[in-house]
T-cell receptor, first 117, second 110 residues
Framework: GAVVSQHPSRVICKSGTSVKIECRSLDFQATTMFWYRQFPKKSLMLMATSNEGSKATYEQGVEKDKFLINHASLTLSTLTVTSAHPEDSSFYIC?????????????FGSGTRLTVV | KQEVTQIPAALSVPEGENLVLNCSFTDSAIYNLQWFRQDPGKGLTSLLLIQSSQREQTSGRLNASLDKSSGRSTLYIAASQPGDSATYLCAVIDDYKLSFGAGTTVTVRA
């Protein structure tokens, strides 16, 4: 089936620094990828839609200058948390769908646990 | 705006018992519905995708039904095992956008 790889799985950074998270589709091309944030015991919240070769679309309330998204190729999207603060600590997950195998639904990465100290 | 609710929030059963997990949604004009499993600290693993024209999907011990008119989906897990312990999430798919419930955390006791 469709495979999405996400790295790193865990990262600890100091306040004020930036952190980059990568999301790769391994066996398919993804013109669109999705970034979610998950709070403890809460459902996933869509942050933004990453579009290959164009600007990302952000959901209401998500700061685009804080959460920079780049989708430079058909298999890679990156999320950069800029000037991170403790309140940015969370679990971030990316997702994509293989347009050639839509009966598989959406595939998710393994997630990144970000801790800002 | 699509609202997705999963009841119960948590469930504990002895091994061998059948599991019934419920998902309800407010807007019946959906494309598809997908069930996922999430282990602690991990990403989501897809279990079943039900397309809007389908009423159910089956995979091994798992069966998911979909009733769009009433805004409900149910995931059945037969003969539960300790390895089934996880959080189960349903996601309603409108075009490309997924709306998630908060999940049902299942514990299967050996």
């Amino acid at each position: 089936g469709a495979v999405v790889s996400q790295h790193p799985s865990r990262v600890i950074c100091k306040s004020g620094t930036s952190v980059k998270i990568e999301c790769r589709s391994l066996d398919f091309q993804a013109t669109t990828m999705f970034w979610y944030r998950q709070f403890p015991k809460k459902s996933l919240m869509l942050m933004a839609t990453s579009n290959e070769g164009s600007k990302a679309t952000y959901e209401q309330g998500v700061e685009k200058d804080k959460f920079l998204i780049n989708h430079a190729s058909l298999t890679l999207s990156t999320l950069t948390v800029t000037s991170a603060h403790p309140e940015d600590s969370s679990f971030y997950i990316c997702s994509a769908r293989d347009q050639g195998r839509t009966n598989y639904g959406y595939t998710f990465g393994s997630g990144t646990r970000l801790t800002v100290v | 705006k699509q609202e997705v609710t999963q009841i119960p929030a948590a469930l504990s059963v002895p091994e061998g018992e059948n599991l019934v997990l419920n998902c309800s949604f407010t807007d019946s004009a959906i494309y598809n519905l997908q069930w996922f499993r999430q282990d602690p600290g991990k990403g989501l693993t897809s279990l079943l995708l039900i397309q809007s024209s389908q009423r159910e999907q089956t995979s091994g011990r798992l069966n998911a039904s979909l009733d769009k008119s009433s805004g409900r989906s149910t995931l059945y897990i037969a003969a539960s095992q300790p390895g089934d312990s996880a959080t189960y999430l349903c996601a309603v798919i409108d075009d490309y956008k997924l709306s998630f419930g908060a999940g049902t955390t299942v514990t299967v006791r050996a």
